[in-house]
């Protein structure tokens, strides 16, 4: 079965401090990956994705993320954490099955960053 | 240019009773999704719309009935209104790329609804 692992429940950090949220996959196929951020009460935003060519992806807010087709993971990154990243951080996976190409998401990663 | 809204942001129902909730788009896109979020759980897919006239079913279906008549609207039904349906839920659209692949998913602000 196609799944996302996001490991951690939470991942706390200090302000000026490089973040890391990890993201594990497991698909057939070639997957299309995806960060999101949720902040309280609102939608989700897109934050960057992976479809094909560098594994280093950059996205919005100075967010990162390592494509790792060896070890199935996308992990994001942030060289430098501030207190508003403080969010809930969902990763997600597409495979391009013909259109429908659902996705399926990990079950988030609250990210708690302190002054 | 609204991109996606959901209708309404809050609801609580009874036990039994049925109610639609509302999405529309505005950038033409042809795939449209609704998703359930629960705590822990992340996002669940319900139904899903590759465009008017054509929807199918998601991981967790039961309960709940869709409609696709225009580009715009994907409405969600919830016919007899279950305690276990309580949840935030999120309506997203997205396109078909000129690269061939999906586009990434553009998401409404939710609706929280509450089953009592």
């Known amino acids: 079965a196609q799944s996302v692992a996001q490991p951690e429940d939470q991942v706390n950090v200090a302000e000026g401090n490089p973040l890391t949220v990890k993201c594990t996959y497991s698909?057939?196929?070639?997957?299309?990956l995806f960060w999101y951020v949720q902040y309280p009460n609102r939608g989700l935003q897109f934050l960057l994705k992976?479809?094909?060519?560098?594994?280093l992806v950059k996205g919005s807010y100075g967010f990162e993320a390592e494509f790792n087709k060896s070890q199935t993971s996308f992990h994001l990154k942030k060289p430098s954490a501030l207190v508003s990243d403080s969010a809930l951080y969902f990763c997600?996976?597409?495979?391009?099955?013909?259109?429908?190409?659902?996705?399926?998401f990990g079950q988030g990663t609250t990210l708690q960053v302190k002054p | 240019n609204a991109g996606v809204t959901q209708t309404p942001k809050f609801q609580v129902l009874k036990t039994g009773q049925s109610m639609t909730l509302q999405c529309a788009q505005d950038?033409?896109?042809?795939?449209m999704s609704w998703y359930r979020q629960d705590p822990g759980m992340g996002l669940r897919l319900i139904h899903y719309?590759?465009?008017?006239?054509?929807?199918d079913q998601g991981e967790v279906p039961n309960g709940y009935n869709v409609s696709r008549s225009t580009t715009e609207d994907f409405p969600l039904r919830l016919l007899s209104a279950a305690p276990s349906q309580t949840s935030v839920y999120f309506c997203?659209?997205?396109?078909?790329?000129?690269?061939?692949?999906?586009?990434?998913?553009?998401f409404g602000q939710g609706t929280r609804l509450t089953v009592v």
């Open positions: 698909v057939s196929g070639n997957p299309y």
């Open positions: 997203a659209s997205s396109y078909q790329s000129s690269t061939g692949g999906r586009t990434e998913a553009f």
């Open positions: 997600a996976v597409r495979v391009p099955l013909g259109n429908t190409g659902k996705l399926i």
């Open positions: 719309s590759v465009g008017a006239g054509i929807t």
């Open positions: 992976y479809i094909t060519g560098d594994n």
């Open positions: 950038m033409n896109h042809e795939y």
